[in-house]
Nanobody, 124 residues
Framework: VQLQASGGGLVQAGGFRRLSCAAS????????MAWFRQAPGKEREFVAT????????YYADSVKGQFTISRDNAKNTVYLQMNSLKPEDTAVYYC??????????????????WGQGTQVTVSS
């Protein structure tokens, strides 16, 4: 599966942004999807993940209650709604996919497919 992330940009602190990740292929609904982010000089970190049917979602503690992951299998797209953005949310955001839900869903090594990333910059 090929992934294309979009929706990044410049936003003021306290604002919101919705990222999208469009997937190619007819088997999108079989994949567990996730969002990661990487700030300058830092390692890529887990943000959120969603199971194939959207029944389960998991979030990093740092974004819980602030970000929401969702998916529309009819559109082959996963979303990340980001609210109350802070300067520390500035990063390149990546979507990722894997066929089976993994216990170590926060580990980048568990994912087989990655999008190219979209930059989100939050100004103070």
């Amino acid at each position: 599966v090929q992934l294309q992330a979009s929706g990044g940009g410049l936003v003021q602190a306290g604002g919101f942004r919705r990222l999208s990740c469009a997937a190619s292929g007819r088997t999108f609904s079989r994949y567990v999807m996730a969002w990661f982010r990487q700030a300058p000089g830092k390692e890529r970190e887990f943000v959120a993940t969603i199971t194939w049917n959207g029944a389960r979602t998991y979030y990093a503690d740092s974004v819980k209650g602030q970000f929401t992951i969702s998916r529309d299998n009819a559109k082959n797209t996963v979303y990340l709604q980001m609210n109350s953005l802070k300067p520390e949310d500035t990063a390149v955001y990546y979507c990722a996919a894997v066929l089976d839900f993994r216990a170590n869903y926060h580990d980048t090594r568990e994912y087989d497919y990655w999008g190219q990333g979209t930059q989100v910059t939050v100004s103070s």
